[in-house]
C-alpha cells in the first residue's frame, strides 16, 4: 500500500451523536435515487456477494461515518482497511488504486448504496485534501496559527462539509448564526456604528460566545477593540496593507487590558496563502478549502465469482 497516515488518533466520528438528524437524512438521499421501483435490484436478485471499495486518486479519506450509515441502513457489513484521515497516494500503485474497505450483502443491496456511499467519500475526501495541503502548505511558510473554513457550505451539507475540514486538519470556523455573533458590514450599516453594535450583541450573548466585528480599516479595528470586541477580521486587505495593520494593532493593545484575536479572511486561496501569512494574524479562514475543490475518485467493486 502507498501512502501516510497524517494523524490517524483523533477520531472525530465521535462528535456525531448516535441518534441526530443526519441519520434520517441518509433516509431520504436514499430514497432520492429510489423514489419507487428498484429496475436493476430485480435484475440481480437476491445473491450475496462481497464488493471492493477502491481510492482511485490522491487524498485525504474522509466521510466513513456516514457511508457506514448508508451501509447499514441498506443492511451490508463493511470492513474498513483504512482509517479516515489517512493521506494515500494510489497514483503511486502499479495499479493506480488502492482497497480501502469491503462490503458484503445481498447485490441489490450493494448496488443501492453503490452511488450514494461513493458521492459522500469523494465529496468529503475532496474537502479534506484540500484542508490537508492548505494547512500543510501554510505550516511549510512557518506558520503556527489556525487555519480555518468558512460557513460558506452547501444548503443541508453543513454538517458533513465542516466534519471534513477537521478531519483535514483545520478549524472548522463558527457552525452556525448562533454559535458566533459575526457582525459584519450590515450589521453595522444597519445599527449605526461598530460601538452600538457591539454593544446590542453585549445584551443578549451572555459570558459564552464571542463577538467578531469584520472590519475594512485599522480605524474600524482600533473601535472595534475599544468596545469589546473578541475578534477581529480584517476582511480584503492587501498582502503588505494586512501584514502592517496586523502589527500596528497588535503592538498598540499590548500592553493593555484588551484581549483579541486577529483573522484575515478574503480572496484567500492554496495559490497566494504565502503571501498573507504572518505571526500577527491568528487565525486565517477560506471557503476555498469546502468551495469548488476537487473530488477524491473512489469506485465499488463486486467480487466476479468463480
Keep these: 500500500m502507498s501512502g501516510t497516515f497524517r494523524n490517524p488518533n483523533p477520531k472525530y466520528e465521535h462528535l456525531l451523536p448516535t441518534s441526530s438528524a443526519w441519520k434520517p437524512t441518509i433516509t431520504a438521499w436514499l430514497q432520492e435515487d429510489i423514489p419507487s421501483f428498484d429496475y436493476g435490484g ?24 456516514f457511508a457506514n450509515e448508508v451501509y447499514n ?10 482509517e479516515e484521515g489517512a493521506f494515500l497516494q494510489p497514483s503511486l500503485t502499479s495499479s493506480g488504486k488502492i482497497e480501502i474497505a469491503k462490503v458484503e450483502g445481498k447485490v441489490r443491496d450493494i448496488l443501492v448504496a453503490e452511488r450514494l456511499s461513493l458521492n ?19 505550516r511549510e511558510c512557518g506558520y503556527k496559527g489556525i487555519i480555518a473554513g468558512t460557513r460558506k457550505t452547501t444548503p443541508g451539507l453543513r454538517l458533513l462539509e465542516k466534519y471534513a475540514m477537521l478531519v483535514g486538519g483545520i478549524d472548522a470556523h463558527r457552525f452556525d448564526l448562533s454559535s458566533m455573533i459575526m457582525l459584519k458590514d450590515n450589521h453595522i450599516w444597519s445599527t449605526g456604528s461598530i460601538t452600538k453594535a457591539i454593544e446590542n450583541a453585549k445584551n443578549v450573548i451572555g459570558f459564552s460566545t464571542k463577538i467578531e466585528v469584520e472590519v475594512q480599516s485599522e480605524e474600524e479595528a482600533n473601535e472595534a477593540i475599544e468596545a469589546g470586541a473578541d475578534i477581529i477580521m480584517l476582511d480584503n486587505f492587501s498582502g503588505e496593507g494586512l501584514k502592517i495593520a496586523a502589527n500596528n494593532l497588535k503592538s498598540k493593545w499590548l500592553n493593555t487590558n484588551k484581549k483579541f484575536y486577529l483573522e484575515c479572511s478574503g480572496g484567500l486561496t492554496l495559490d497566494n496563502l504565502d503571501q498573507f501569512l504572518c505571526d500577527e494574524i491568528d487565525i486565517y479562514s477560506t471557503s476555498s478549502v469546502h468551495q469548488g475543490c476537487k473530488v477524491v475518485d473512489f469506485s465499488l467493486k463486486i467480487n466476479k465469482q468463480d
Design 42 to 65: 430485480y435484475v440481480v436478485g437476491e445473491n450475496v456477494n462481497q464488493a471492493t471499495l477502491y481510492m482511485k486518486s490522491d487524498g485525504v479519506l474522509s466521510g466513513v461515518p
Design 73 to 82: 441502513q441498506c443492511n451490508l457489513k463493511v470492513e474498513w482497511l483504512i
Design 120 to 138: 459522500i467519500l469523494c465529496r468529503l475526501s475532496g474537502i479534506s485534501t484540500q484542508s490537508y495541503i492548505t494547512i500543510k502548505k501554510a
